[in-house]
């Protein structure tokens, strides 16, 4: 079993920047994949930004290319999501997930759940 715990969330202006966090316990997240998503007010999670189990490969949703990056240390079981130039659309609770299957943004695929934390972005 894993444990997720998202910490780093907050009350921002748009503009600013904030840098989420995700430990694990329980076992190593070494072998899996970790993903990032949202879920804003009203609507449907979705997915964020993942990254393999090396941290080589990621992938990001349209709405955050360019501006979000995914990071990991799997010496420290960390999983990051730096949040750059955010927007009042970025408002919503972040979940942190671990999949064990290879290169999936699908959220079935991820066996692992944190609790979530709230990214606020005021106009």
């Known amino acids: 079993q894993v444990q997720l715990a998202e910490s780093g969330g907050g009350l921002v202006q748009a503009g600013g920047s904030l840098r989420l966090s995700c430990a694990a316990s329980g076992r190593t997240i070494s072998s899996y994949g970790m993903g990032w998503f949202r879920q804003a007010p009203g609507k449907e999670r979705e997915f964020v930004a993942r990254?393999?189990?090396?941290?080589?490969?990621?992938y990001y949703a349209d709405s955050v290319k360019g501006r979000f990056t995914i990071s990991r240390d799997n010496a420290k079981n960390l999983v990051y999501l730096q949040m750059n130039s955010l927007k009042p659309e970025d408002t919503a609770v972040y979940y942190c997930?671990?999949?064990?299957?290879?290169?999936?943004?699908?959220?079935?695929?991820?066996?692992?759940w944190g609790q979530g934390t709230q990214v606020t972005v005021s106009s």
């Open positions: 997930a671990a999949s064990s299957r290879v290169g999936s943004a699908i959220q079935r695929d991820y066996q692992y």
């Open positions: 990254i393999s189990w090396n941290g080589g490969r990621t």
